[in-house]
C-alpha cells in the first residue's frame, strides 16, 4: 500500500521535473543567448560609420567595401522571410553558418532613418530554431538603438 503511494507521488513529481527542465533550458539558456547574439549584432552594427553602406556584416570579421549593406536603411524583423544583407545564422556555439546549414539562432535586423536624415534606428531580433518541449512561440530577443550622425 505504502509502495503504490509512494509510485503515485513520484509519478507526479516527474511531471514537475519535466516542466521545470523545459522551462529552465527555454526561458533560462535560449533566451539569454538569444539576447547575447542580438547585442553581439547591434554592436557590429554599431561600430560602423553613420554613413557606412558596404560593408557586409553578414561574416565575421565584417568586410569593409563587399557589400551589400553596412548601415543602409532597409531589412526587416521577419524571421520566416529574411532579407538578404540583413541576415545571418548560427550554430549552437553562436559560430556563424550558412543559411541551408545547420543554424540554431537566426539574427534579422532593420534599419531606418529619419526625413531629415541624421538619425538611423537599428533593430535586431534574435531567435532559436527550436526549444525543449516548446508549444508556444520560440525564445526571441529584440534589441533596439539609435545613431545619429556624423557619429
Keep these: 500500500m505504502a509502495l503504490g503511494l509512494l509510485l503515485v507521488v513520484s509519478a507526479g513529481i516527474l511531471g514537475l521535473g ?3 527542465l523545459s522551462t529552465t533550458e527555454n526561458q533560462g539558456h535560449l533566451a539569454a543567448r538569444t539576447a547575447e547574439y542580438a547585442q553581439d549584432k547591434m554592436e557590429q552594427l554599431l561600430a560602423l ?10 561574416v565575421f570579421p565584417a568586410v ?6 553596412g548601415l543602409t ?3 526587416s524583423l521577419s524571421t520566416t522571410a529574411p532579407v538578404a544583407g540583413y541576415v545571418d545564422y548560427l ?9 541551408g546549414g545547420a543554424w540554431e539562432y537566426i539574427r534579422v535586423w532593420q534599419i531606418t532613418q529619419n526625413a531629415a ?9 534574435s531567435r532559436v530554431r527550436g526549444g525543449v518541449g516548446q508549444t508556444g512561440q520560440l525564445p526571441r530577443s529584440t534589441v533596439v538603438a539609435m545613431k545619429s550622425s556624423p557619429f
Excluded: E, F, Q
Design 18 to 20: 519535466a516542466i521545470a
Design 73 to 75: 536603411p532597409g531589412g
Design 64 to 69: 569593409i567595401g563587399a557589400g551589400p549593406a
Design 117 to 125: 536624415g541624421n538619425l538611423k534606428t537599428v533593430s535586431v531580433l
Design 91 to 99: 550554430d549552437k556555439d553562436g559560430n556563424l553558418v550558412a543559411a
Design 49 to 58: 560609420r553613420y554613413g557606412d553602406t558596404n560593408t557586409d556584416t553578414t
